[in-house]
Structures are given as C-alpha cells and as structure tokens.
C-alpha cells in the first residue's frame, strides 16, 4: 500500500473516525498560563512562544491521537514566528507521524515550472536534489504526507505534488471563507460557475493517481460553510476526496459534511481547529476541564466530533 491516499483510508477505516485536527495555534487563544510564562522568559520572545507552541502541540497530539486520522498544521502560524517557527513545524510534523497520524501541511503553496517542483521538494521530498553536478542527497528527517495548494496555474503546477504516489495534495475548489464567492462563484460563457469547471479539472487531473480504493492522491478542499456546493462538487467528483475545513468554529455542523461523503461512507476528511484544541476555552468543556487540561478537553471534542460524524453516516 503505497498511495497516500490508501493509507489515508487505512487509517480511517482502523480508527473508524473521519477526523482531521487542525494545529493553528492562534497566540491570543492559548492558555494564558502558559503564554504568562513565555511572555516573562527574558529570552527571545520568538523562541519562547515558538517553546510555548511545541509543548502545546505534542499535548494536543498525545490527547487526539488514538481519535483523529490526519492533522492540519497551518504553516503561517508557524512561519510568524521565523526560524524558531518553521523548527518547531519540524518538530510537530515529525511528533504526529511518530504517534500514527497522517501530517497534511496547509500552506496553499505553488507557482510555475521549476518553483512548483521546489515547493514540492521542500514540503513532500526525499532529500534528493538534482543539480548540474548530478543528483544530490541530504539528510531530511520531516516529510510531510500532503500539502493544500493553488490550483490556479493549471495542471504543470499541479504534477509536481502528486509525483510521488505516497505524497498527497488538495487543491482549493470551493473555501469556507465568506469572500470565496467574489471569485469561486463566477459564471463561465456556459453558465457553469468557476469553483465547478476547477472541480471538475481537479477530477481529470487526479484520474492517474489512483489507488486500491478507486480514490486519488489528489484531492480537494471544499469548505463546509456551503452544503448546496458541497453536494455539486460530490457528484462531479466521485474519486476525488474531500477535505472539508469549515467545522464547528466557523460555523459548519455535521449536516452539513455529510454531503461530502460517497456511498460507499467514504470521501470526505473533515477538519476541525479551534473547536478542538482551544475546545477547553469552550462550552461545554470549559465547564468540565481547567486551563492546565486544554489536552484532555481537546480529547473529549475530538471524540464528541468523531461520534457525531459516524452517527450522522449510519
């Protein structure tokens, strides 16, 4: 099994849990205990917050590991903090694929040509490089599974992600954003919308990467603020798995996904960020958990989420 998107629905399948956490670790949202600290520290306050982020995503992870199948680092979280940052985005990556989670990077990158292919390097890679000298190897230890990017530069924008059949990437179709419209909703000469034409692009150009499952190695990012869209997208794409961002916080519900799922009850990877690891800032959970057991709340959100899903698709 060496597709990413096999190994994707193997996990799905031995946890029976459709989950994906997101690790956006917003600075105004963490305990407030543990920012005092790194706020005190008389060291750089990049390295001190970058400390602060690290220890709060392994306890994230250590809590949702058994329950979610993927998480979603938010790489500009990371990036805000420079180097310090980008080090501890190493050190996340490399903590949740030692725990058996799949590692989805959601940076939206790409570009043209021998900028994509780098970008796909960076974040997907071996550590092999080719120069003019021949090829060259390096030591890599983090590589992420997958990675959101731009579909906007057609499909040689889009090959370098998915060269790799154990690497994944989910182009935007359809975001959960309320501005997405101003773009994603123009009409072609056809009448058909602009989000439906990438749509079904994105189908075409994954027909190559498919796996055991019948699904392929590229996917999709459809938000799940926009159930009616959601619901097109699903019948256009049969092959093409969903992730779905848009749960809980910014206001989507489990009705609202479950379009988003094929027949077969597969299809669709829901994420959820702040409703799970800020879940003990929350209610209910701030009524049962304190500050210092933001990992257990997040635990118990991330089961709650995982039951309402499954329930919701029997």
């Given at each position: 099994m060496?597709?990413?998107?096999?190994?994707?629905?193997?996990?799905?399948?031995?946890?029976?849990?459709?989950?994906?956490?997101?690790?956006?670790?917003?600075?105004?949202?963490?305990?407030?205990?543990?920012?005092?600290?790194a706020l005190d520290n008389p060291e750089s306050k990049r390295l001190a917050l970058a400390r602060v982020i690290r220890i709060f995503n392994q306890t994230i992870i250590d809590n949702i590991a058994e329950?979610?199948?993927?998480?979603?680092?938010?790489?500009?979280?990371?990036?805000?903090?420079?180097?310090?940052?980008?080090?501890?985005?190493?050190?996340?990556?490399?903590?949740?694929?030692?725990?058996?989670?799949?590692?989805i990077l959601d940076g939206k990158r790409n570009d043209i040509?021998?900028?994509?292919?780098?970008?796909?390097e960076a974040y997907l890679g071996d550590g092999k490089l080719e120069t003019t000298?021949?090829?060259?190897?390096?030591?890599?230890?983090?590589i992420a599974d997958a990675i959101t990017i731009n579909p906007y530069f057609g499909f040689d924008g889009i090959e370098p992600f998915i060269s790799r059949e154990e690497r994944g990437a989910f182009p935007l179709v359809r975001t959960s954003n309320p501005g997405a419209g101003e773009l994603q909703d123009?009409?072609?000469?056809?009448?058909?919308?602009?989000?439906?034409?990438?749509?079904?692009?994105?189908?075409?150009?994954?027909?190559?990467?498919?796996?055991?499952?019948?699904?392929?190695?590229?996917g999709a990012v459809v938000g799940a603020t926009y159930p009616g869209e959601l619901k097109q997208l699903r019948k256009l794409m049969p092959h093409t798995y969903f992730l779905i961002p848009g749960?809980?916080?910014?206001?989507?519900?489990?009705d609202d996904v479950l379009a988003g799922f094929n027949e077969d009850g597969l299809g669709a990877l829901i994420n959820s960020a702040r409703g799970i690891i800020f879940a003990y800032s929350r209610e209910p959970w701030s009524e049962e958990y304190e500050e210092d057991e933001y990992g257990q709340a997040a635990r118990a959100a991330a089961i709650q989420m995982r039951d309402e899903i499954n329930q919701a698709l029997e």
């Amino acid at each position: 099994m060496n597709y990413f998107i096999d190994k994707l629905i193997d996990g799905i399948e031995k946890k029976k849990s459709h989950i994906c956490v997101g690790l956006d670790p917003h600075l105004d949202q963490l305990p407030p205990s543990m920012l005092k600290n790194a706020l005190d520290n008389p060291e750089s306050k990049r390295l001190a917050l970058a400390r602060v982020i690290r220890i709060f995503n392994q306890t994230i992870i250590d809590n949702i590991a058994e329950v979610a199948v993927a998480v979603k680092p938010q790489m500009a979280f990371y990036e805000v903090l420079g180097n310090f940052g980008i080090s501890v985005l190493e050190e996340t990556v490399k903590y949740a694929k030692n725990k058996g989670l799949i590692v989805i990077l959601d940076g939206k990158r790409n570009d043209i040509g021998s900028t994509a292919r780098a970008y796909a390097e960076a974040y997907l890679g071996d550590g092999k490089l080719e120069t003019t000298g021949g090829e060259v190897k390096y030591a890599k230890e983090v590589i992420a599974d997958a990675i959101t990017i731009n579909p906007y530069f057609g499909f040689d924008g889009i090959e370098p992600f998915i060269s790799r059949e154990e690497r994944g990437a989910f182009p935007l179709v359809r975001t959960s954003n309320p501005g997405a419209g101003e773009l994603q909703d123009l009409k072609l000469a056809d009448g058909r919308k602009l989000y439906q034409e990438v749509g079904r692009l994105v189908e075409k150009w994954g027909k190559e990467v498919r796996g055991e499952n019948n699904y392929s190695n590229l996917g999709a990012v459809v938000g799940a603020t926009y159930p009616g869209e959601l619901k097109q997208l699903r019948k256009l794409m049969p092959h093409t798995y969903f992730l779905i961002p848009g749960y809980g916080a910014q206001g989507g519900r489990t009705d609202d996904v479950l379009a988003g799922f094929n027949e077969d009850g597969l299809g669709a990877l829901i994420n959820s960020a702040r409703g799970i690891i800020f879940a003990y800032s929350r209610e209910p959970w701030s009524e049962e958990y304190e500050e210092d057991e933001y990992g257990q709340a997040a635990r118990a959100a991330a089961i709650q989420m995982r039951d309402e899903i499954n329930q919701a698709l029997e």
